[in-house]
Structures are given as structure tokens and as C-alpha cells.
């Protein structure tokens, strides 16, 4: 089990805060490290199949905290919501609401161990066997490999541990008293908070990013794949393809045919939806638990 939260909050010269968090343990090695480069791995859809906190829910279901029936109805609710809204500032602001529903009241202790369960259960199968063969060329290099994800860092902490990576950048909820508050430390790890946070990181630990690289299936990641020297696009929308492309950027396609279209739909969809049934499962798991 991932140990006790260790979360390195930064924030830079124009106010931008994030933090990341080192897995508690790192393999043996007689590899000389190599100080000055790192790569950074998006999570969802790029080093595992769907999304985390996709997968996340679905253990959190298995484990009654909210039935199937509130799982499909939220999701719907959110289905709607995403299909008629486009990601402007108003969205942001719901879904930063979202993620402060997501946490409050929870034990951080509680959050990092039902992860560590449902990683083995549910995340660990679909871990994209070529990205994670990436990820190892860079530990093989004395580098230092990051996962940065907008699911909370505690989750992506528990999956880097359990990848044997260096750490994780994401969300960071403030903790009182060993229990999340429901207000986060900065904003949630999206789009340009994602480029910031790997320059802070990179600030801080005396890296060169000319001599770093970065990988992701999303558009989305632009900023963080442009702030490095190497940019490596996994599995990747049509958006990034053309990207790519454009710019001479490496791909990797881990998916084959008919599987990556199928695989496209839960991933995509299905992981924003669900991080709004987490949010409401969980209330409604609460407030049965008072009333009962």
C-alpha cells in the first residue's frame, strides 16, 4: 500500500500553483541517473486504457458506495452537459465544483487505499504494456518518469508506486487534519495547468526540458507537449494526429482496428461523465450513511 501523502506544493511568479508527489519507493538501480531530463506520461488513454478515475468509479460501484442505477442516472446528467457545453471558463468552474464534491470529507488514507485496491482490480490489465515499455527506456536512461493527470495526485501517485515510476503531477486538494477540506490547492491539472506544472517541476528539480519528453493521446496536452524537446503522441485523437504530423512529431499506436474505436467511446465520454457520478454517488453514499 502507497504510504503516508507527501504533496510538494509550488506556485510561480505569475500565481500559477501546482504540486506533485514522489511514489514512496523506487526500484533498485545501478543505472547512473541522468539529473537534468525527465519524461512526463499522460495518463488517461496514454499509458491506460480509458481514464483513471473511470476505472476508480467503477471499484468505488463494486464496493456499494453507490449503486449502478445512481452510476447510469448521473452519468446521463453529465452525458447532457457535456454535449450541449463547450470547454469555456463557465465548464471549468463546474467541473473545479465537481472535483471539490469529489473529495470532501474523504481521509486521504481512505482515497490512497481504495486506489491501491482498485489499481490490482480494475487499472492494472489495462495498462498499455508499449507505453509502459516507453516509460522503462527512460528509467533504463537514468531518467526520472512522471504521470501527470487531472485525476487527484494521490490517485496518480498510487499508479506511478505501482508502476515503479518516480511520481505523479495532478490535482491537489487541500488536507486538514488528514481529511480533504473540498477546496483545491490551485487549479485542477487540464490543458495549459499541465504545461505549467511541468515547468515548475522542472524549475525546481534542475531539469532541462530541452531534454525532456513528453507523451499524450490529447489535443488537449498541446502546452505540455510543447514545452519540451521531444514530443511523442500515444494513441492519439484525430486532433493530435494532425498535430503530429504537422510538426514532426513521433507517434505510437497502441490500439489495432475495430478495438480502438471501441475502446475510443468509454474512454472519452464515459471518463468525463463518470467523474460526475463519482461526485454524486458519493453524496448520496453520505447522506444514506447519516440517515441510516
Known sequence: ??????????????????????????????????????????????????????????????????????????????????????????????????ALAFVQGWRVDDIERLADEIFDELMAPRIWAGTRRLAQRHLDAGERVWLVSAAPVEIGRVIAARLGLTGAIGTVAEVVDGAYTGRL????????????????????????????????????????????????????????????????????????GRRAVRIAVPSTAAAGLLAGAVTAGLALHRRRHREA
Open 1 to 98: 500500500m502507497v504510504g503516508t501523502r507527501k504533496v510538494t506544493v509550488s506556485t510561480d511568479a505569475h500565481g500559477h500553483t501546482t504540486g506533485w508527489s514522489e511514489a514512496p519507493s523506487a526500484p533498485a538501480t545501478t543505472i547512473p541517473p541522468d539529473p537534468t531530463a525527465a519524461a512526463f506520461f499522460d495518463v488517461d488513454n496514454t499509458m491506460m486504457q480509458g481514464a483513471s478515475i473511470y476505472w476508480f468509479a467503477r471499484g468505488l460501484a463494486a464496493r456499494k458506495y453507490f449503486t449502478t442505477g445512481d452510476l447510469a442516472r448521473f452519468a446521463w446528467q453529465q452525458a447532457r452537459f457535456r454535449l450541449l457545453a463547450t470547454e469555456h471558463a463557465g465548464d471549468m468552474s463546474q467541473a473545479k465544483e465537481a
Open 185 to 256: 490547492v490551485g487549479d485542477l491539472m487540464h490543458g495549459p495547468a499541465k504545461a505549467e506544472a511541468v515547468t515548475q517541476l522542472a524549475a525546481v528539480e534542475g531539469l532541462d526540458l530541452a531534454r525532456c519528453a513528453a507523451y499524450s493521446d490529447s489535443a488537449n496536452d498541446l502546452p505540455m507537449l510543447s514545452a519540451v524537446g521531444r514530443a511523442v503522441a500515444v494513441n492519439p485523437d484525430p486532433a493530435l494526429l494532425r498535430q503530429a504530423r504537422e510538426r514532426g512529431w513521433d507517434v505510437r499506436d497502441f490500439r489495432t
